[in-house]
């Protein structure tokens, strides 16, 4: 499986964003799948998940702002991402688990990755 994310850019504080990822293959379907983010001098942290059955997760700080989905017969995950502010800076990654369609927190149940997409917001 490879991920090509994509969308990033600098965007002022309260504005939105989509992100994308565009995977190859004929397993995006029954795969669960992850946006994470790591902004500089920080972890790499789970913003967002999402099932093969479409159930979805989001970490606390970004509730209410984003939003992730799936479109299987595109082969494309989306991250909307809307009243953005300036700790949302980072890069983010799409990744998927190497097995089945349950969606995990740690980021080690990733085996496949993107290669990043930088989001800067600004005041």
């Known amino acids: 499986v490879q991920l090509q994310a994509s969308g990033g850019g600098l965007v002022q504080a309260g504005g939105s964003l989509r992100l994308s990822c565009a995977a190859s293959?004929?397993?995006?379907?029954?795969?669960?799948m992850g946006w994470f983010r790591q902004a500089p001098g920080k972890e790499r942290e789970l913003v967002a998940a999402?099932?093969?059955?479409?159930?979805?997760y989001y970490v606390d700080s970004v509730k209410g702002r984003f939003t992730i989905s799936r479109d299987n017969a595109k082969n494309t995950l989306y991250l909307q991402m809307n009243s953005l502010k300036l700790e949302d800076t980072a890069v983010y990654y799409c990744?998927?688990?190497?097995?089945?369609?349950?969606?995990?927190?740690?980021?080690?149940?990733?085996?496949?990755w993107g290669q990043g997409t930088k989001v800067t917001v600004s005041s």
């Open positions: 293959g004929r397993t995006f379907s029954v795969r669960a």
């Open positions: 999402i099932s093969s059955g479409g159930s979805t």
């Open positions: 990744a998927a688990v190497s097995g089945g369609g349950i969606y995990y927190y740690d980021s080690s149940r990733y085996d496949y």
